[in-house]
């Protein structure tokens, strides 16, 4: 694959793809929204469930579950989501809960060996995705470790093999519109490997922004590198001081101004120094409402991004988090989330 024509960049605390500022001079009911970022949480994108004994759970009514088949309607999807105002979609190589949320997590969908390799099927899904999306002038926020996946690697040097494998594969086909997200939810006690958690994280966030200098043509000439935290606190000072992009999680903010005051305390933290700041994973509906966790997140210049999961007893319309994964736009929640970004983007 050459290099990507859509480039992803940082200016300031907004966003620019191909040297303009994302919806360029859109305001909406007294907000800027140029320069923010809107993503979708499709954590599933690419997995595959290398468990016999869970595997099943995740077949399609007409046959058996297959990646491949996940990952071309995701594609094939692509043009419709562009036309409602997206600009993101945020995967992980690790996955998600393919239940939205469950403590037990048997299932094994991690690309990575237990050495850290990136496992070739995986890539091939995500380089087919990749191109899919510059060819709708679109980012992708790409994690690297989920927790309760991150048991597949077998020590911190298998994690850091995992890191520089990565970045050496993104540049090696000049993934210009890929931001890198080293894991999910880093604050949160569920990692095998301590480098991975909050308090040495942005020892991977050095590394991925070392390996990657001076080797892509963009502004940074590298990648863009942060992590996300479900918070509500601010972030700690370590990743405020070496991540290139702030990427909160709203799940555990229950009320919009809720996020208000997460925006207002990173960015009053002492450590800020002036990022950009997206929600990449917010499970909060009601965006039907006067107010709601999408709008606070516009109205404190910040992007966000829907967390959507197929609850108990829904149809399999619903979620693009649940496997298998439906990827069009049926649902009411969906509607309701493109609905209000076509609005706000203008799109």
């Known amino acids: 694959m050459a290099q990507t024509a859509t480039i992803i960049a940082a200016d300031g605390d907004r966003f620019c793809i191909n040297g303009a500022m994302t919806y360029a001079g859109r305001h909406w009911r ?19 469930d ?85 060819a709708q ?36 086909r000049g993934a210009r519109n890929v931001l890198l997200e080293i894991g999910n939810e880093v604050d949160l006690p569920i990692f095998a490997h301590p480098i991975i958690a909050a308090d040495r994280c942005h020892e991977l966030i050095a590394l991925a922004q070392q390996r990657s200098a001076g080797r892509l043509e963009t502004p940074a000439g590298r990648l863009l590198v942060g992590t996300s935290l479900v918070g509500p606190a601010a972030p700690p000072a370590t990743i405020l001081g070496a991540a290139d992009i702030l990427l909160p999680h709203g799940n555990r903010i ?23 700041i997206t929600f990449n994973e917010d499970d909060h509906g009601g965006l039907e409402l006067a107010d709601n966790n999408m709008l606070a997140a516009v109205d404190s210049g910040a992007g966000w991004g829907f967390f959507d999961y197929r609850r108990i007893r829904e149809r399999f319309e619903d979620g693009f988090q649940s496997l298998p994964v439906d990827w069009s736009i049926g649902s009411v929640r969906k509607r309701a989330f493109f609905g209000l970004l076509k609005e706000v983007t203008g799109l």
């Not at 996940?70 to 600009?87: E, F, H, M, S, V």
Request: aromatic residues 8%; hydrophobic residues 40%.
């Open 137 to 172: 002038g679109m980012a992708l926020i790409l994690g690297l470790f989920y927790g309760r996946q991150s048991q597949r690697l077998r020590d911190e040097d298998a994690v850091r093999t995992a890191v520089t494998n990565t970045v050496d594969w993104l540049v090696a």
């Open 254 to 276: 229950d009320t919009p101004d809720g996020i208000r005051l997460h925006v207002l305390r990173t960015r009053t933290s002492a450590g800020y120094r002036g990022q950009p």
């Open 50 to 134: 290398e468990n016999p004994a869970t595997r099943g759970a995740w077949s399609y009514a007409d046959g058996d579950w297959s990646a491949e088949r996940n990952t071309r309607a995701l594609i094939a999807a692509l043009p419709d989501y562009r036309r409602q105002g997206l600009l993101a979609l945020a995967l992980n190589l690790s996955g998600g809960s393919p239940q939205g949320y469950s403590w037990h997590q048997p299932w094994h969908i991690c690309g990575f060996t237990a050495d850290g390799v990136l496992k070739p099927d995986y890539a091939a899904r995500l380089e087919a995705l990749i191109g899919a999306a510059d």
């Open 30 to 48: 007294g907000s800027r929204i140029e320069g923010l970022l809107f993503n979708s949480r499709m954590a599933n994108a690419i997995v595959d």
